[in-house]
Each structure stands twice: as structure tokens, then as C-alpha cells.
């Protein structure tokens, strides 16, 4: 390893930077004419949404710092003053590029598509006039001009308000000042009457007619503009005596907060620009010029046009596989937790509907008799919630319920105080956050009373609770009974309505106490991988990646040796691609029609994975002042699902970006191949999914990915076997000696197609796409998941098709065997002394769920048979102790060393023996193959003589 200085500050790309090129992508969504058009509109509208929040809060932070004197550098090695410095300067051409799409290109593109957005002066005069009588009745009466004279103070100019900046005179020489807000309770699109899809501007409609405003004086000049205030309003919370009293204190204060940026029209005279500057108190490099309209927010207006031909295809998200919509609206019915019981799910939204997994889980919580308490934390929420209705429900039934909302949560403050309000009404036990913290964790807890004693449901999500976000938010969440999981999270509730906050947690990764550690240490032990030369992987999608110490152990895992891929949407630090350093590390970033937002997290410690979801980024303030929750996920179909989601995102070439040492993002194209859209994907994998009825939550698809990532452990440490028991390669060894030379993948067969049980036509592998997979190994080339949990390894894909076939399907051949044993066909026993080879007849396997005896019901008087496993074929070793048939049972139990099978009986009688894994006990048949079975195939029927003896 090279040594470095890892503090270097050449190393650290700077936070704010970076989030402007994450919005620049975001532009660029909107100038690519392969997206449709209103599609493209959408993206010029998030980006004067996303743009207008940064300077908000991270342009109001740096004035902040400017203004207290603050000189201390950034990891990048920049001070407060030359980052906001040089982030005006790059966010200056930004908005040139965003007028110049609209003006040039989008806004002639929808006209051309009928969609008109045009000035009151470019109409006939009848439909003006028509615009003017509608502006006299029902604009005018809204609006307030507020002059600037001698006799009136300059007006105050509330934050993101669009105003007009009127230039008069009366004659005498001298100028006013007028500003007129334009009126947020009216829409700013103004539809042309009696023509559908015309569209004036209201800015522009008060222009044309200020006349009727400001009668009987020279108008000189009429040019809009925009304020932008800081949002970086703090109060000291441990002298606030009320957390409620103090986040209405700072809101109110926003209103009245530093001004951060001036938006003027391009052609507003030199006159009005520096009344606004000296009484806004902004400089020149504050001030941005605009040509054309100065909002896009607004636009999404347009955007909801029923025009299906200018957007991309319509989405609606599906119910989970095994959780169909239910009947019973009221979510009465407790099935949602007989199906986690049955083992964990994985919602994923918007491909999976927030309404029918999330929603559904508490609805039935909140009616369901045998739910003892609900608890909840909430970060944002919908101001319809039907999540809170949830926990109002179900106090009214008798729960205990606690929720925790945080009231601090950026410009949702005022959403989550009148619903604080409503939970306290309601007699519901509310907490408001913590002092020091904010609660971002994405979780809930439900402990219901069964047959069983008390069992808790727990859900673990990377999203808000929040019905409209999850509809364009890409967000998992974990529905799991896991009791230890949901032990932790009792232990984080009780924090938020007790006084401390726990240290120990035997699943969850919960910050600020527990989840840097964890999180440093499985970076590390990657690194410690690299370097034995075992297996060591990173691979981390995530909303932004800041804290520079995380980034830090980055780096040295990749002089280590660790490959790293990391999907970061927007902040990232870290430069990838430098020699000696971050060589190893590639950073992408995914920009689409939903805004990826879940956090995925795979460390494979050596052959061994792991891997995680939850609320958490790496970010300082999410693992140092936020309470997060990241959990495991240990489930292996699970694990499938996001190992699809990592590989064909990292697989994507349409909405991926890739960025180099530099900081700058260059985006993916098909090229010569088919595109690849990870959103398009999933949507494609959801819908598959759900066709198949019950099981996973996606299809996935192995032609998409290269199936690199593990989702089970597939080595051990030195001198012990690789990919799993001695037992289960020796018996994939066995079913695939026949071709046991060939190892590489080979045509499908035409034998290949069956019919399933279901009578479904097709490959078996695209039939059971969840059950088998690409091991990671230089012996097998195929693994299969049997249907009792278990693996099985092959060199061939033919010997995978037929574990496949044999454990789901009835095929023709199995069928004919069966029936054959109903008619006591080639039934035969043979004996056998000690000294030969068993001679097996091969039959197929027991389908699931049958039983020995059931196979032995029908036997002539004097033959005894019998399923049993064999993992190989070969003699009793010697002394082995053994087990016999005796009639209808297995004898005593016994306890036996190696796989074998054998006429030859413990007492010289003949019997066959049944021998498993070393120090396995047995007793009854039906026990003994149910043992044997996790580690060798049940394959032959034996038969043999009983009168022998």
C-alpha cells in the first residue's frame, strides 16, 4: 500500500459542489430529447424546486457562517466564503441553460403539441378581452400594490414570492416604486377560455392589465422577480421550555431570515435592480438575471395534462406477491401477520403500493383484537395521512399507542405540528424529537397477543410514511417478525419517551450509538480480507455519501485491494479513479422518473455476505445527530431481490451516471446494445412477479445481471470445505457425475421445456427464476434451492434442470414412475453380501411433504421397501454401527459416521443400513429420511428381502 495523507484535501470534492452537479443532472433530464416532452417539463420544474431548497438551506448556512466569522476549511480545504463564492459562480449558468431549453427548444415542442404557454398580447382581441373581464372579476380584487415613497416604508418580501416590480410616474418628474405580489391563492397558469391546453402566465396577465390596477399614472416599467431567504433558522432547544413553542418561533422567523438570492427579469432597468438590492441587502453576485419565466415550479401543473402520448408510460404500483389487495378495506382481517410470521417481506416501493403493504400493516394493527400496542416514528407525512388515521384508529380500539413525530424536519414543520395536535386530541402519548437529535429513522413496531405468547411485527423502511412520496420515491421496507429486531426497536421507542438511549443492539444498526462504529469496522474487515486474499467487496447505493472519515476507510479499504461500487444519487466527497488510492472505487449515480432514495448496503467479509437497508446515509449528521435504524437482511430470497437491484442498476446504461476523479458525471448510453433502464426494469420484474402469484416480490431476471454478489456464505475459512457441507458436495457430486467433466453453461435443451404442476408451458428455469442461481465457485456452476431451504450444487446445467424439475415439477417421466408403483411394477428385491457395490434401482425424488411410510404401504408379504437417502454408493465402513428395517419401523436409534448404504446388517442379518452425517441421531424412518434429506438427495427405492434373515 502506498502511503498517503489520507487529510490531503485534493482527496475531498466539497459537499455543496457536489449537490449542484446532482442538480445539474437533473437539468439534464430535462434537456434530453429522448424523454418525452412533459416528461422533460417535469425535470425543468424539480430542478427549480430542488435549486430553490438548496439556496435556502446550504447557501443560508454558508451566509450564516460568513456573518459569525467563521474561517475554519472544509475537508476540501475551503472556507465558508470561497464556497459560497463558488457556488454562485456555478449555479449562475445553470439557470441560463434552463431558460434556454424552455424558450428555444421545450416550449416550442409543446406548442407544436398543442400545449400553449404564450403572452395576453399574442391573442385575439376577443379572447384578451375575454382574459380581461376574468382578470377584473376575479384577480384584481387579490391583489395589494404596496408603493415605496416618502410616505410609505419599502414593503417586506416574503421568501419564494413572485412579485412585480412596477416603475411609475405621475407627471411630475419623479419615480415609485410599486410592488404587487403576485397571489399564491390563484393559479399562475390561466387558461384561455374557450380554448383547451392555452395557457396565460398570471404574471403576465396583471401586465396586460395594470391599467385597471394602477389607473391614471405612466407606467415606465413592469419586470417580475423572485426572493430566495434563509431557511437556516436555529433556536438554542435546550433553553426552549417547548419544542412545539420554538418550531412555530423559527418558522415565523423564516419569514423574516436573511435574503440569500435575487432573481430579476433580464430587462429590469438598472432603477428598480438597486432599490431591491440596498433594501433586500443583496450584492451583485446575489443578483441572477433571467430571461423568460423566473418560476418552473408551477409547470407541474402542466405536467398533469391527461396527455399520455407526452409522458412516459403510466405506473401504477402493484400489491406485494404475498400480499394481494385485501377485501376487507378496513384491514380487519390479521392474514398480514400469518404472512410475515411465514417469513419476512420486502416491499418495494413505488414498484409495490405503499396503501396495500405499509399502510395495510398498520390498518390491521389498528382493528385487529389480538394488537396490544402500535408505535410509530414519523418523520413526513402526507397531510391526508391515512397512516396517522392508522394510529388514531387504533387507540380508539384500545392499543397502546406512541408515536414520534419530528417536528423538525425541514419545511414539513407545519404539517407535522397540526398533526401533533390532532394525536394529542385524540389522548395518542406524542413525542417531538430529542434535544441534540433529529429522529429520521423510518419504523414502526406492533406487539400482538397469539397462541404462542407475545410476538412483535416490526417494519424497517428507507422511506417516510408518506402515501404520495411513495408513489415517486424509490424506497424498501422490511415487514419481518424477527423477535431480536423487534426487541431492538422497542428499545429505540423507549428512548424517544424515556430518558436515555441504549448502546446495545443485537441486530439493528441504530446511530448515534451504534451504526458508525458498525459500519467502520465492516469496512475495515473488508480491507483485512483483501489483504489475506479472500473475498472482499463493497458495494453501497445510498442519497449521498459526505462524512469524510467513512470516506476515508474507503480509500484505504481500496489500497487494500477492496473492490468498491458505490450508487450515490447525489453528495459524494470521494473521487473515484485515482491512482494508488480510489483506483478500485467507481461512483454512479441514477437519475429517473422516481427519485431513488433507498439505501442498500453489501460488505461480503470474505465469502460470507452481508447485507443491510435502512434510513441511514453517510452523512455526518445521519450517523453522529440523527436517530436512524439500518437492519439486516438475512432471508436469502430477500437477499435476491436486492442483489437484482444493485447488479442491474450497476448494469444500467440509460439513466446512469458515472463520474470521474474530477467530480464531473458522464452519463451511460446503450450504444449498440439494448437500453437498459433499472426503473424500467423493476417495473417490468414487479409486474412478472405478481403474475406469478405468491412469492417474491420481483422477478428476477439472470439475463440482467452477472449474479457477482453473494447471497449466502459460499466458502469457509482454511481446511474446511468450500460452498457449503461436505455431505451437500458429495451428493452434488453424485447427481452430476454423469457430466461432471463439463463446466461451463450450455444450450437450454429442447428437453427442457415441461409442464408444471400448474400446467404452465416453458423452461423450468424460467418457471422457478427465484430458485437457482450462479454460484461463486470453481467446482459448481449451478446451485439450486431446494423447497426445504437447502442448496444444491451442480457442474452442469442439465443436472440443475433435472433437480429442478424433480423438486417442483410432475413431469411425464415421474408420472409414469408413480403409476408404476401403484401397480407394484418392477418391484424386485435383490440381496446383497457385504463384500459387492449396493445395486440401486434410481426412482425420483418423495415430492414435498410426502413421507416414507406412505411410499412403503403397498409391498408384497415377504419384501420390505423403502426410501432412503444414499449420498454415494458404496460399502459400509468397517464398525459402523447401523440401522435396521424391521417390518414396518427402523430399528433403535442410532448414531452413525459416513453416507453409505449396505445390505449387510449390524448383526449379520440382511438389512440395509441408513447412514448420515457424522454424529446425527435418528429413530423412526420418517425422522431419519426428514435428517438425512438436508444433506443428500433422496434418489433410489430399495428394496429388500425381510425373510433373509
Avoid at 437497508?613 to 436517530?627: C, E, F, H, K, Q
Wanted: one cysteine or more; glycine letters at 6%; a negative charge.
Amino acid at each position: 500500500m502506498l502511503n498517503r495523507d489520507l487529510e490531503n484535501s485534493d482527496y475531498y470534492l466539497n459537499r455543496e459542489l457536489s449537490e449542484l452537479a446532482f442538480q445539474e443532472r437533473v437539468l439534464r433530464e430535462g434537456m434530453d430529447d429522448r424523454n418525452p416532452p412533459l416528461e422533460r417539463l417535469r425535470f425543468l420544474a424539480y430542478f427549480t424546486k430542488n435549486v430553490d431548497e438548496f439556496f435556502m438551506k446550504r447557501v443560508g448556512g454558508l451566509k450564516r457562517q460568513i456573518d459569525a466569522g467563521v474561517t475554519d476549511t472544509t475537508p476540501d480545504g475551503l472556507t465558508p466564503e470561497q464556497q459560497w463564492l463558488e457556488v454562485l459562480d456555478a449555479a449562475r449558468p445553470l439557470f441560463h441553460r434552463q431558460t434556454e431549453c424552455w424558450q428555444m427548444d421545450l416550449k416550442p415542442r409543446l406548442t407544436e403539441e398543442g400545449i400553449d404557454i404564450c403572452s395576453p398580447e399574442d391573442l385575439p382581441t376577443g379572447r384578451r378581452e375575454r382574459l380581461r373581464t376574468y382578470f377584473r372579476e376575479s384577480i384584481l380584487p387579490t391583489l395589494t400594490p404596496l408603493a415605496f415613497d416618502p410616505a410609505h416604508p419599502f414593503p417586506f418580501i416574503s421568501n419564494l414570492s413572485l412579485s412585480l416590480a412596477v416603475i411609475s410616474s405621475d407627471g411630475s418628474g419623479e419615480h415609485t416604486f410599486t410592488r404587487i405580489k403576485i397571489p399564491e391563492n390563484q393559479p399562475r397558469l390561466i387558461e384561455v377560455i374557450d380554448e383547451s391546453d392555452q395557457y396565460v402566465l398570471i404574471e403576465d396577465l396583471i401586465e396586460d392589465n395594470l391599467d385597471l390596477l394602477l389607473p391614471d399614472i405612466e407606467i415606465l416599467d413592469v419586470s417580475a422577480f423572485k426572493v430566495t431567504r434563509n431557511a437556516e433558522v436555529r433556536r438554542d432547544e435546550e433553553v426552549a421550555e417547548d419544542l412545539v413553542d420554538m418550531v412555530e418561533d423559527v418558522l415565523e422567523q423564516r419569514r423574516f431570515a436573511t435574503v440569500v438570492r435575487l432573481e430579476v427579469a433580464a430587462d429590469m432597468p438598472e432603477e428598480s435592480v438597486a432599490i431591491l438590492k440596498e433594501h433586500l441587502d443583496v450584492s451583485d453576485r446575489e443578483v441572477f438575471s433571467r430571461e423568460g419565466p423566473i418560476d418552473y415550479e408551477d409547470f407541474f401543473d402542466i405536467v398533469d395534462l391527461d396527455r399520455p402520448d407526452l409522458k412516459l408510460p403510466s405506473w401504477t404500483p402493484h400489491p406485494h406477491p404475498r400480499l394481494p389487495r385485501a377485501s376487507n378495506i378496513d384491514g380487519q382481517s390479521g392474514e398480514i401477520f400469518e404472512e410475515v410470521r411465514d417469513g419476512d417481506i420486502l416491499a418495494h416501493h413505488p414498484y409495490h403500493s405503499f396503501e396495500d403493504t405499509v399502510q395495510r400493516f398498520l390498518q390491521t394493527a389498528a382493528n385487529d383484537p389480538d394488537v396490544l400496542a402500535v408505535k410509530a416514528a414519523i418523520y413526513r407525512t402526507a397531510s391526508d395521512s391515512k397512516v396517522i388515521q392508522s394510529l388514531i384508529d387504533a387507540a380508539d380500539n384500545g392499543k397502546q399507542v406512541a408515536v414520534m413525530v419530528e417536528l423538525k424536519a425541514r419545511f414539513d414543520e407545519k404539517n407535522n405540528l397540526e398533526w401533533v395536535h390532532q394525536l394529542e386530541e385524540e389522548g395518542i402519548h406524542v413525542a417531538y424529537g430529542t434535544v441534540g437529535l433529529k429522529t429520521h429513522t423510518k419504523t414502526a413496531l406492533v406487539v400482538r397477543q397469539e397462541a404462542d405468547g407475545v410476538r412483535m411485527y416490526s417494519h424497517v423502511g428507507t422511506g417516510n410514511y408518506h402515501s404520495g412520496t411513495a408513489k415517486g420515491y424509490s424506497d424498501l421496507g422490511l415487514l419481518t417478525a424477527d423477535r431480536n429486531i423487534g426487541l431492538d426497536l422497542a428499545k429505540v421507542f423507549n428512548f424517544f419517551t424515556g430518558p436515555t438511549l441504549d448502546d446495545s443492539f443485537q441486530k439493528l444498526l441504530i446511530a448515534p450509538v451504534t451504526m458508525r462504529e458498525r459500519f467502520t469496522e465492516m469496512i475495515k474487515r473488508e480491507a483485512e480480507h483483501a489483504r489475506a486474499g479472500r473475498r472482499a467487496r463493497i458495494v453501497a447505493k445510498m442519497n449521498a455519501l459526505e462524512d469524510p472519515s467513512i470516506v476515508e476507510q474507503l480509500y484505504r479499504a481500496s489500497m487494500a485491494g477492496v473492490e468498491i461500487d458505490l450508487l450515490v444519487r447525489d453528495i459524494c466527497r470521494l473521487r473515484p479513479g485515482i491512482e494508488g488510492l480510489s483506483e478500485r472505487i467507481t461512483v454512479s449515480s441514477i437519475v429517473g422518473r422516481f427519485l431513488e432514495h433507498s439505501r442498500i448496503f453489501y460488505f461480503e467479509n470474505g465469502g460470507d455476505p452481508e447485507w443491510y437497508i435502512g434510513s441511514a446515509d453517510w452523512m455526518t449528521r445521519n450517523l453522529d445527530n440523527r436517530v436512524e435504524a439500518v437492519t439486516p437482511v438475512e432471508a436469502p430470497q430477500l437477499r435476491r431481490q436486492l442483489r437484482f437491484i444493485l447488479e442491474a442498476s450497476l448494469k444500467d446504461n440509460r439513466r446512469r451516471w458515472v463520474m470521474d476523479s474530477d467530480g464531473h458525471y458522464e452519463q451511460q448510453t446503450p450504444g449498440d446494445e439494448p437500453a437498459r433502464d433499472i426503473q424500467e426494469v423493476l417495473m417490468s420484474a414487479t409486474e412478472t412477479a405478481l403474475e406469478r402469484g405468491p412469492g417474491p416480490g420481483i422477478n428476477v431476471d439472470s439475463e440482467l445481471i452477472d449474479r457477482e454478489l453473494l447471497v449466502e456464505p459460499v466458502s469457509r475459512e482454511k481446511g474446511t470445505t468450500t460452498e457449503s457441507d461436505s455431505e451437500t458436495q458429495a451428493q452434488a457430486t453424485t447427481e452430476s457425475a454423469s457430466d461432471a467433466e463439463t463446466t461451463g453453461d450450455v444450450a437450454t435443451p429442447p428437453e427442457e421445456s415441461t409442464v408444471q404442476s400448474d400446467g404452465r408451458g416453458g423452461s423450468v428455469f424460467d418457471a422457478y427464476a427465484d430458485r437457482w442461481y450462479r454460484p461463486d465457485s470453481e467446482q459448481f456452476d449451478w446451485a439450486v434451492q431446494t423447497a426445504d431451504d437447502e442448496r444444491r450444487y451442480f457442474k452442469t446445467r442439465e443436472g440443475a434442470r433435472n433437480r429442478l424439475e424433480s423438486e417442483y415439477t410432475w413431469t411425464p417421466g415421474f408420472l409414469a414412475a408413480c403409476y408404476g408403483i401403484v401397480l407394484g411394477m418392477s418391484l424386485a428385491y435383490r440381496h446383497y453380501s457385504t463384500d459387492r457395490e449396493a445395486d440401486i434401482t434410481s426412482w425420483p425424488l418423495l415430492s414435498r411433504g410426502e413421507t416414507v411410510a406412505a411410499r412403503t404401504q403397498s409391498r408384497a408379504t415377504s419384501t420390505q421397501a423403502a426410501w432412503v437417502p444414499s449420498c454415494t454408493r458404496r460399502k459400509r465402513e468397517p464398525g459402523a454401527a447401523c440401522t435396521h428395517v424391521r417390518g414396518n419401523s427402523w430399528g433403535s436409534p442410532c448414531t452413525i459416521g459416513t453416507p453409505w448404504w449396505s445390505s449387510d446388517g449390524c448383526d449379520g442379518g440382511g438389512h440395509p443400513g441408513l447412514v448420515q452425517p457424522a454424529g446425527q441421531r435418528c429413530g423412526s424412518a420418517d425422522t431419519i429420511f426428514e435428517a438425512a434429506r438436508s444433506s443428500c438427495v433422496v434418489s433410489e427405492l430399495i428394496v429388500t428381502n425381510s425373510s433373509a434373515r
